[in-house]
């Protein structure tokens, strides 16, 4: 198993262009997360999806798109970057909700710098 | 109001002492769940430790235990024998049910945890 993986690792963008950070995973999780990550602020929510065609808006949604058409994937795209988009995004993934013990598994983040 | 606080932004313990790093929540949930994750400077989130709110006990792995003290809203991790390789950001988080029943993590800010040899 690859776990989550990301696209790219890097990447650096002007202010109004657009892209798409790429999120897999290969464990037939249902649930999906975005998050970023900012310096003395924790992880923050962006969006997340329980399954295929099913997204919500988490804590920091504005300027974030998200649609999941398989299990596998969860791509996040920025419409039209800002500087306050400068961030470390990671992906995420976990077992349908519940009770007990069904951690998220991170992917290695995608470090974006907007100019 | 912040859910999950963690008020040591660094620490700096002797390796091979134990370290506790401390953590206290907000929840009006009755079921929820608390993790303690590792960052280091590579980048990663590594999870370390669960705790569920019914949890009698207090989870332990390995050298990891959480000291759950659920009347006090507080789940602290303690670090048994510290290493070098403990050196590393610590945040704790908590699950909890979003209003479709789904579940989303809420983190705190973090420790920066340095081990010195």
């Known amino acids: 198993n690859a776990g989550v993986t990301q696209t790219p690792k890097f990447q650096v963008l002007k202010t109004g262009q657009s892209m798409t950070l790429q999120c897999a995973q290969d464990?037939?999780?249902?649930?999906m997360s975005w998050y970023r990550q900012d310096p003395g602020m924790g992880l923050r929510l962006i969006h997340y999806?329980?399954?295929?065609?099913?997204?919500d808006q988490g804590e920091v949604p504005n300027g974030y798109n998200v649609s999941r058409s398989t299990t596998e994937d969860f791509p996040l795209r920025l419409l039209s970057a800002a500087p306050s988009q400068t961030s470390v995004y990671f992906c995420?993934?976990?077992?349908?909700?519940?009770?007990?013990?069904?951690?998220?598994?991170f992917g290695p983040g995608t470090r974006l710098t907007v100019t | 109001a912040q859910k999950i606080t963690q008020t040591q932004p660094g620490m700096f313990v002797q390796e091979k002492e134990a370290v506790t790093l401390d953590c206290t929540y907000d929840?009006?949930?009755?079921?929820?769940?608390l993790f303690w994750y590792k960052q280091p400077s590579s980048g990663e989130m590594i999870f370390l430790i669960y705790?569920?709110?019914?949890?009698?006990q207090n989870a332990t792995e390995g050298r990891y235990s959480l000291n759950f003290q659920k009347a006090r809203k507080s789940a602290n991790l303690v670090i048994s024998a510290s290493q070098l390789g403990d050196s590393a950001m610590y945040f704790c988080?908590?699950?909890?049910?979003?209003?479709?029943?789904?579940?989303?993590?809420?983190f705190g800010t973090g420790t920066r945890l340095t081990i010195i040899p």
């Open positions: 995420a993934s976990k077992q349908a909700s519940g009770a007990g013990l069904y951690e998220q598994y």
């Open positions: 464990m037939n999780h249902e649930y």
């Open positions: 999806s329980v399954g295929a065609g099913i997204t």
């Open positions: 929840t009006s949930d009755q079921s929820y769940g």
């Open positions: 705790q569920g709110s019914y949890d009698e």
């Open positions: 988080a908590m699950r909890e049910r979003s209003n479709f029943g789904n579940e989303k993590l809420t």
